[in-house]
């Protein structure tokens, strides 16, 4: 990654930082950012429940769920990719840093739509109808189908990564200077993220799946359609 690359980065983890620092000053808008981030983990259960039921995708549905859908605070793993991306890239593999990078662009967007949306939220008493009313207020097309697309490139990096023999024993040996790195978190995520999707054997349908029905909900909520949503838990 070179210089500038990692300068961009850096600069989406701050503005992260800012609405965080935001947010934290409105509790109301902090209430109904968490309870966004509920909503949203559930639908995404209710959407890919098939998936959930699935011996071969269940590890990787949920990995979806809770690394990149849910309420969980990413603050300690976010502070964690402030530090490796411009000054411990020499501890990973290149591709891996690749892996992380997209993963810390997907989660800047996100952070900062989910605010977007919470503005527009009466309340932290979400339903569909109301959430399909924010998603069209908050509007950005453009900012969603980057958000569709980061998705997709974080699961073809970690596919990508199952696919080279020695990377699981790379990991394996980083486990320790990592943690002495203080990037324990970050290495969690790599092991988690690799072992889920080597015991896929093969992410092509899954990600498929995922892309075609992310891409289906966002045109109909932009069209106002909240029974796209389906039934929620």
């Known amino acids: 990654m070179d210089e500038l690359s990692a300068e961009s980065l850096l600069k989406e983890l701050r503005a992260v930082d800012a609405e965080r620092a935001r947010r934290a000053a409105d509790p109301e808008l902090e209430a109904r950012v968490q309870s966004l981030k509920t909503f949203q983990q559930r639908r995404f259960a209710a959407s890919y429940a098939d ?38 890239t020499r501890l990973f593999p290149a591709e891996v ?6 993963l810390a662009q997907l989660h800047a ?19 569909s109808d109301e959430y399909a009313v924010a998603w ?18 974080v699961g073809e990096s970690l596919d990508k990564l199952t696919r080279k023999p020695l990377l699981r024993q790379t990991l394996r040996l980083m486990r320790g200077p990592a943690q002495m790195a203080g990037l324990g978190a970050l290495q969690s995520f790599l ?43």
Do not use: W
Not at 136 to 153: D, F, K, N, V, Y
């Open 51 to 88: 998936l959930l039921a699935n011996p071969r995708y269940e590890a990787a549905t949920r990995f979806f769920l809770h690394e990149l859908y849910g309420p969980d605070d990413y603050r300690q793993r976010d502070a964690q990719f402030a530090r490796v991306i411009p000054t411990l």
């Open 136 to 153: 069209r207020a908050c509007g950005e097309p453009a900012s969603r189908q980057r958000q569709i697309e980061l998705t997709m490139a």
């Open 97 to 102: 840093v690749d892996t992380v990078a997209k």
């Open 191 to 233: 092991e988690s993220g690799f072992d889920t999707f080597r015991a896929m054997r093969g992410a092509g349908e899954f990600l498929s799946t995922v892309r075609h029905r992310e891409d289906t909900l966002a045109r109909a909520l932009f069209r106002g359609d909240a029974s796209a949503l389906g039934q929620l838990p």
């Open 109 to 127: 967007l996100s952070e900062r739509l989910d605010t977007r949306m919470a503005e527009h939220l009466r309340s932290t008493d979400i339903t």
